[in-house]
């Protein structure tokens, strides 16, 4: 007799709240509906406390070597492990990639990968160390079931608070968080403190050759310079309309607040998910940003701003959301093509040649959402077993102390002054959610998923939450 999904918990991290948050509890209600209980917080938190969670399968938003031990220590506590890549939609240059994302001591403990679409999924099978038993599923990604027009309500109540708040406005994403990082460790390179001192890495160039680290850093200052130049700009040449900058999660947010101070209508905040922000907008100005794609998915008309121009790293890492978007290459232009966007002559971005660079991008754009299709294929892990593999004493033993020495040597790095992981970094980046908003949240995706039947919603070590049928 097989095991029963009911007997089957899903441990859901989420590392950017604003970013990861509502796609996992999509894919919770839906796992729910299937009988899997699932346990949703924040990944740091998960991971200190993953000896209090019953067995089941891990779902990681990644594959790097930052993973090698906790994966480790999850198997031998007798957990499964299933995985994607945040970033791998928008990815760099193969060679890099695989260097900085993918490390195979980690990849040997995943049973199944999700990849957004068909070019993930032959990045993955290219890699030179990919398991010989890996099993790829193009499935799509949570992400992108919340871009899917049958779910836009799910940000109605957002979308009326948008707009009652900025009325008419332009949206502007960064994505400087390799010159512009919450704290300076996390950039491409840290400070120097001498003329002619030769930078360190930081953790952005992890995985980077020198040279091509080196480039981006010039590029993506040169971009910042004049995105800093754009944003004075625009509130000078659209004075009916707000300015919205919206940071990237991980970015200071300090030089885009100094420029609102000089400027009349400029705004800047990274609340909530971008989807109901995109909803709301008019339009929206990026250079390279994921956003980019995400608002050609959503038929939302979207300018990549190119006044600075690398192939290299314009098309060799950023090749989607740029040749998805209307490229403006000086303010002019830029004004020119947002006027037009303003007065309803330019639509979205369109032509079959970006339909089926979508296409081959993107799974899951029709049919079953992305979150259906990777419960399935949880299902059938499950349903393919007579019971659930449980470890012996002696490895659970040692899946303990690794998990002690691992927390211990976490706590003291984290404590240090240098420490990318301060407390205010971590709450940033993952805000306190109250028991009632993840109840309402869990309520509205099972009214647009047609359910009548109520989640239970509850907290686990005051810090998590179990959704359950």
Not at 423 to 432: A, D, L
């Amino acid at each position: 007799m097989s095991i029963t999904t009911a007997k089957v918990s899903l441990l859901l991290p989420v590392e950017n709240q604003v970013r990861e948050l509502d796609s996992k509890i999509l894919l919770a209600c839906i796992a729910a509906r299937r009988g899997f209980t699932s346990y949703i917080g924040s990944r740091r938190e998960i991971h200190f406390n993953i000896t209090s969670f019953p067995q089941g399968i891990y779902l990681s938003k990644s594959i790097t070597a930052a993973s090698d031990m906790m994966f480790r220590i999850m198997r031998k506590l007798g957990h499964e492990i299933g995985a994607w890549d945040e970033e791998a939609l928008v990815h760099l240059p193969p060679d890099t990639y695989y260097s900085r994302r993918l490390s195979p001591a980690a990849m040997i403990h995943v049973s199944r990968f999700f990849a957004w679409g068909e070019d993930n999924a032959e990045l993955w099978r290219q890699y030179p160390h990919l398991p010989k038993e890996a099993v790829i599923e193009v499935t799509g990604n949570p992400r992108n079931d919340l871009l899917r027009p049958e779910l836009h309500a799910y940000y109605d109540s957002e979308v009326a608070k948008i707009k009652e708040a900025y009325g008419d406005f332009i949206l502007v994403n960064t994505n400087f968080n390799h010159v512009n990082a919450f704290t300076p460790v996390q950039n491409l390179f840290q400070p120097i403190k001498e003329p002619d001192e030769i930078p360190k890495f930081g953790r952005a160039a992890k995985g980077m050759s020198r040279a091509y680290a080196e480039g981006l850093r010039d590029h993506k200052h040169s971009i910042f310079r004049d995105f800093q130049r754009l944003i004075p700009a625009l509130d000078k040449a659209f004075p009916d309309y707000h300015i919205v900058v919206r940071p990237h999660p991980t970015e200071s947010q300090k030089i885009y607040h100094d420029i609102a101070a000089r400027c009349r209508r400029v705004k800047v905040t990274n609340e909530g998910n971008v989807v109901p922000w995109l909803l709301a907008t008019k339009a929206l100005v990026h250079n390279s940003c994921t956003t980019g794609v995400e608002a050609y998915v959503m038929g939302v008309p979207a300018i990549t701003y190119r006044a600075s121009i690398n192939e290299t790293y314009d098309f060799g890492f950023y090749r989607l959301p740029n040749l998805i978007s209307h490229p403006c290459f000086n303010l002019d232009e830029l004004e020119a093509s947002l006027k037009k966007i303003l007065n309803g002559e330019l639509g979205p971005a369109d032509g079959d040649d970006r339909k089926q660079i979508i296409e081959h991008y993107l799974a899951a754009q029709e049919g079953p959402l992305a979150c259906e299709r990777m419960v399935e294929v949880i299902e059938e892990i499950v349903k393919g077993r007579r019971k659930w593999p449980k470890p012996g004493v002696g490895t659970r033993i040692y899946g303990w102390s690794l998990y002690a020495v691992r927390t211990m040597v976490k706590r003291y790095k984290d404590s240090r002054p240098a420490s990318h992981n301060k407390p205010e970094f971590q709450r940033h980046r993952y805000p306190e959610v109250s028991l009632s908003d993840m109840k309402e949240r869990v309520a509205r995706f099972q009214q647009l998923l047609g359910s009548s039947n109520e989640l239970t919603v509850e907290r686990f070590l005051n810090q998590f939450f179990r959704i359950s049928a």
